[in-house]
Each structure stands twice: as C-alpha cells, then as structure tokens.
C-alpha cells in the first residue's frame, strides 16, 4: 500500500515539475514514507531521519517531508522531535501534498496535515504516471479498516474501511493498461469487504469486470482476511481465467485462544475448512500467511499450535513477525506479555520449519513448464549490462503463484534484440532455491503478449 501511496504522492509532486532523482544528495526535496505497523518499522523512521540532518545543513532550503502511518499517529510530535522537519502528512493528505508543499515553498511554514476523512480523495490521472514501462502496478480498491484486531495500528492511521467506486477503479487501470502495465495488484486490508458498506459491488464482481479488461493479463489481490472469504471468491479462482493461483490468507496463530484474544472471528478449523475449499477448488493453488509469535499470553502450548497449524498446512510461504505494542491498540493493555528472547526464538522456530516446506513446494516444481510474466531483466543480468558484457540474457518475472523465476532465454544469437518483458512466457524449472526458482526458455515458442490475435516467437 505504501508503494501505491508514494507513487501517489510522486504523480501529484509531477504537477509543481518535481521531477524523481536517483541521488538524495541532489534533492531539492525529500518525502519519508512511513509505516508503523510494528515498532520496528517506526523506529527506522527516526533512525533515516536522523541520517537527512547533515544534507538540510549543508542545504537550507532542502524541504523534508514526513508522510504515511508514522506522520497520522505521531502528527506535530514528529516536528518537535526533528527541528528540521519541514512537513508532516497522514495517510489522508496525499491528495493535499502540493498545496502544502507550495506553501512551504512560498511562506516558509512548517505544515502538519493529520486530518482524516471518510471519503476516498480520487488520483488525478491526468497528472501522468512518472514510471512508465511497469509491467505490474498496485491499485488500491479500499482505505482504512474496521476490524480492530487488537494487536493493530491500522485501524487508528487508515481509518474507517472505505471503498473507492468501482468505475474509478476500472477507469485507473484501464489507463495503467494503456501505459503497458500487464498486471495489477488489487490491494486493501480486507478486500473481501470490498463495496459492503457503501452497497457498491462485491469484491467477486468487481474481480469479473477487471479480468474483461483486453489488454490486461494477471490480477492479484492481497489482503483477504480468512472470516470474509466467501465462496464465491474462492469460485473466481476457478471462473476468471486472469486471476492468479495465488491467496495471502493470513492466520496469525494457530490457537483459538490466541485467535480470540486477537479479535480475529475465526477458528483454526474454520481456517483449514477454508485452505481445503480453496485447494479442491483450484487445485495447485499457492497459499501464504502471517503469523505472530508472542502475542500476549501466548504459552508454549499455544505455539505448539501454531507449529502444528503450519505443519498441517504447509504453506507456500510465511511472513512471521515478533508481537509488537502498537499504540491505540488494545493488546497494549494485556497481560502476560512475552519477554523479547522468548519471541525471538519463537520467531527462529516458525522461520526453520516453513523454510522446509517451501523448499520441499520449490523441489516439486523441478522439471514443470511454468508459464511466466517477464517484468524485466534479473538483477544479475542489470549487473552484466553495467558491464557491457554480451552473453545470453537473463529474464526475471513470477508465475500465477506468486514464485519468482529467473531464466535464460535460451537463445545465444540475439537475444536482446527480442525484448520480452510484459510476455507471458513458458519456462521450464531446472534448479530451485528458497526463494526463487531457475529455469530456461521452453523450446522456440508461441508467445502470448496479450493483445488479441498477436503472437510473437522466440528466435
Ligand atoms: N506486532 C507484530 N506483527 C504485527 N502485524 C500487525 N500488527 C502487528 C504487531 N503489533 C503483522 C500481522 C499482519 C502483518 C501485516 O503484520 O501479521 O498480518
Ligand atoms: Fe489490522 Fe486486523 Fe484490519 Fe488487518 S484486518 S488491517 S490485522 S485490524
């Protein structure tokens, strides 16, 4: 969401001529997107921060800019705490930013803008999209949430759950589209609530009127919270040919006394019901999760769970993170709160098991035909280019399920001459690692670049 938020707030800074620079020693001004989703995160905020004195020294008129999560919670505490701070922007003020930083400019204020509202300020297109040739963008569908999870920030710096209309929403990408943008991530806290409140369309519906779109070949869509997801959703799965093999279902914890304390409104065999529908309905299907170890309260035994959970599950992937007090949120105030050590190793333990399984899920993937969205070339084959080197070319792009690939071409005669990046791709998997896959080009292939009736061919 934050990528989406600071491509945002570089789109509406296009409209006074700022223009992006790749050396922050040239900037003339510096925006310091921030989240505070857990207190690590904050603290980077103020350690980054502490790093842009010497460069406001050595350039007076550099403005500094704090904007995000941080900038809604702390508000004028940032500027107290950072004297030369010019700005503080929340997570609603991005659609205000220029005519803060004008008057920055012009009447040498130090502004703070937290106010928040629950009607969703729409993006200009018109002011141009600053990065074109992306193959995949973000599009966020909703702001805010309202599901208070007691271990949660969100709810307090987003905001009330929101839905952006869904004409604006088909109008966005339909523009990205135009751009070259092959496939868009759709994002919000729970977009299985998607249009709910405001009677708009569900989330399902909104899923059929994008995967229409010519032009357009993957969506994606994360995050999904597990008490929302319908049947209907896990049916797009199997009906909507562009939609990906892919769900971030997050669980958190494998307990049910932990779920409960959480405020999260599920069960762990509500969870597995879910995984089962999901997987008999889309077979192959990828599936990822969050989990939080140490919440407080939290005894062994309710992490023995959450490693059976994970067992029982075998996730493609894990995000796993340390419980952390947020403010605002009500677990501040629980007891029982596990000490630092106790956590960190908790941590080390999820982290250990799930690397099996996902290098056991990798393994299984040895030999396959994957087909793959090219988004460009892979970091290796940039530091080859640096080097004017020629060689065969080295690609980098993802399958339905979210697995990064990176592969030759396979073709040593020319292969930059033919540029695949936005081509979906057949590649078959020869090695497999951790955390992406290697393979080579399948054969000289058709290749479906999404337009209708248009091929191209490899060599
Ligand atoms: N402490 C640790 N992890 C947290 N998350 C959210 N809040 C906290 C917190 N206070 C994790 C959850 C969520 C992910 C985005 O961040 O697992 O799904
Ligand atoms: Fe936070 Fe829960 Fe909302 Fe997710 S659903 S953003 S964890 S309050």
Redesign the pocket.
């Known amino acids: 969401m934050n990528v989406y938020d600071s491509e945002r707030i570089a789109m509406g800074l296009g409209s006074l001529h700022y223009e992006i620079t790749p050396s922050i020693e040239k900037a003339d001004l510096i925006i310091v997107n921030t989240c505070a ?2 207190e690590k995160a904050e603290q980077k905020v103020y350690s980054f921060l502490g790093r842009l004195a010497g460069l406001k020294k050595k350039k007076p008129d550099l403005i500094i800019g704090v904007g995000g999560c941080v900038a809604q919670q702390e508000g004028a505490k940032i500027l107290e705490r950072v004297p030369y701070l010019d700005l503080v922007f929340g997570t609603h003020a991005i659609g205000r930013l220029p005519g803060a930083i004008q008057s920055i400019v012009s009447k040498k204020y130090r502004v703070v803008d937290t106010q928040m509202s629950d009607e969703i300020k729409e993006p200009d297109i018109a002011d141009g999209l600053y990065d074109e040739g992306k193959v995949t963008r973000f599009v966020t569908i909703m702001q805010g949430c309202d599901n208070f999870c007691t ?3 969100v709810p307090y710096v987003r905001g009330r759950e929101t839905s952006r209309n869904p004409e604006n929403v088909i109008k966005e990408i339909r523009s990205f589209v135009e751009s070259g943008v092959k496939e868009v991530t759709l994002l919000g806290q729970n977009v299985n609530s998607y249009g709910m409140k405001e009677g708009l369309c569900t989330f399902p519906q909104l899923l059929r009127r994008i995967n229409d779109m010519d032009g357009l070949l993957r969506i994606r869509f994360t995050t999904s919270h597990p008490k929302d997801l319908s049947e209907d959703l896990i049916h797009a799965f199997k009906d909507l040919n562009k939609l990906c093999h892919h769900i971030h279902l ?1 669980i ?1 914890s494998g307990s049910n006394r932990i779920l409960k304390r959480m405020n999260r409104k599920y069960t762990r065999e509500i969870y597995l019901e879910k995984v089962d529908q999901l997987r008999n309905t889309c077979p192959g299907i990828a599936i990822t999760s ?3 170890v140490g919440f407080p309260g939290e005894t062994t035994s309710d992490f023995q769970k959450t490693l059976d959970l994970i067992g029982t599950v075998e996730f493609d992937g894990l ?1 796993a ?4 007090d ?1 403010p605002n ?1 009500s677990a501040v105030r629980f007891e029982n709160k596990v000490i630092e050590d106790e956590k960190k190793e908790r941590l080390k333990v999820v982290l250990d098991l799930q690397d099996q399984f996902t290098v056991r899920k990798n393994n299984t993937l040895k030999d396959s035909i994957q087909s793959v969205l090219v988004e460009g070339f892979s970091k290796k084959q940039n530091r080859i280019n640096n080097q004017n080197n020629s060689q065969n070319t080295q690609w980098t792009g993802r399958t339905s399920t979210n697995k990064i690939v990176n592969f030759f071409d396979g073709d040593d005669t020319d292969s930059r001459a033919d540029n695949l990046t936005g081509r979906l791709v057949d590649v078959r998997i020869l090695q497999t690692f951790s955390h992406s896959l290697w393979g080579e080009i399948n054969g000289k292939q058709p290749i479906s670049i999404g337009l209708r009736g248009e091929k191209s061919y490899v060599a």
Do not use: E, L
């Open positions: 989703i857990r271990y949660c920030v997050p958190q969050d989990i939080i995000f993170f340390k419980y952390s947020r949120a």
